[in-house]
């Protein structure tokens, strides 16, 4: 019994380290712990539960069944934070990285033919081209913190057809977003800083308060949860 016990300490360890960004979405959407929190805190799952197995495993053993709790646990440290590491832990995970770049709001409406105004209320604007894998990763994330209640709006501006911005929406959690089309290619690319995505945080009278290239981390994630309206 404890030996199957073990296996299945060491099987969950494994599957919540294989199946992190899956077990980090529910934390975000349905528990709502925060991007910063939810990873740390499954990592953390991952080492007690890799513990639990080793201390299972000792138990079956006269010579190991003796070795105290603490000190199985400071054995099990270096395994199972390696362990954990099946998904790796990035410095450009955590830390705001936001670069001082204001966005021409009355240009961005121009490009929409008007199609785009401010609401009065501080809002997210994003740039995001279709085919770009870092695109679709930051808009599951905003997808995800609306899901979780994020009271922010989400602006998405996209290059190409409607097609593409329809498919590339449905399937990167973007059913909420406020969505616009820019045909003229140039005029894109400078708006959204030529690296993308591009995400912007505009106050409600224009002004750029943050601004990200490249998809959002951990910490931006919970700065733009936290923001009023």
Same mark, same amino acid.
């Given at each position: 019994?404890?030996?199957?016990?073990?296996?299945?300490?060491?099987?969950?360890?494994?599957?919540?380290?294989?199946?992190?960004? $899956?077990?980090?979405?529910?934390?975000?959407?349905?528990?709502? $712990?925060?991007?910063?929190?939810?990873?740390?805190?499954?990592?953390?799952?991952?080492?007690?539960?890799?513990?639990?197995?080793?201390?299972?495993?000792? $138990?079956?053993?006269?010579?190991?069944?003796?070795?105290?709790?603490?000190?199985?646990?400071?054995?099990?440290?270096? =395994?199972?934070?390696?362990?954990?590491?099946?998904?790796?832990?990035?410095?450009?995970?955590?830390?705001?990285?936001?670069?001082?770049?204001?966005?021409?709001?009355?240009?961005?409406?121009?490009?929409?033919?008007?199609?785009?105004?401010?609401?009065?209320?501080?809002?997210?604007?994003?740039?995001?081209?279709?085919?770009?894998?870092?695109?679709?990763?930051?808009?599951?994330?905003? #997808?995800?913190?609306?899901?979780?209640?994020?009271?922010?709006?989400?602006?998405?501006?996209? =290059?190409?057809? =409607?097609?593409?911005?329809?498919?590339?929406?449905?399937?990167?959690?973007?059913?909420?977003?406020?969505?616009?089309?820019?045909?003229?290619?140039?005029?894109?690319?400078?708006? #959204?800083?030529?690296?993308?995505?591009?995400?912007?945080?505009?106050?409600?009278?224009?002004?750029?308060?943050?601004?990200?290239?490249?998809?959002?981390?951990?910490?931006?994630?919970?700065?733009?949860?936290?923001?009023?309206?």
């Amino acid at each position: 019994m404890k030996l199957v016990l073990s296996l299945t300490f060491l099987a969950l360890s494994i599957l919540a380290a294989v199946f992190y960004d $899956s077990v980090l979405q529910f934390f975000v959407g349905s528990l709502k $712990s925060g991007w910063v929190f939810g990873s740390f805190y499954i990592r953390l799952i991952v080492i007690i539960f890799f513990t639990i197995s080793l201390y299972l495993f000792f $138990s079956l053993f006269q010579k190991t069944r003796k070795i105290k709790f603490v000190y199985v646990f400071l054995i099990a440290l270096l =395994p199972g934070f390696g362990v954990s590491f099946i998904k790796p832990i990035y410095t450009v995970d955590y830390g705001m990285f936001d670069d001082p770049i204001e966005l021409d709001v009355d240009a961005l409406s121009a490009a929409t033919d008007g199609a785009f105004e401010l609401n009065g209320q501080r809002t997210i604007i994003t740039f995001f081209s279709t085919n770009c894998p870092h695109c679709m990763e930051t808009s599951k994330r905003l #997808g995800i913190n609306q899901k979780a209640g994020q009271e922010v709006e989400v602006n998405a501006f996209f =290059p190409g057809t =409607p097609e593409a911005t329809d498919k590339f929406i449905k399937a990167n959690n973007g059913k909420d977003f406020n969505t616009y089309l820019i045909d003229n290619d140039s005029i894109f690319m400078v708006l #959204g800083n030529y690296v993308f995505p591009s995400v912007y945080v505009v106050d409600a009278e224009g002004n750029t308060e943050s601004h990200w290239s490249g998809e959002l981390n951990y910490s931006a994630m919970d700065y733009i949860y936290e923001l009023e309206p």
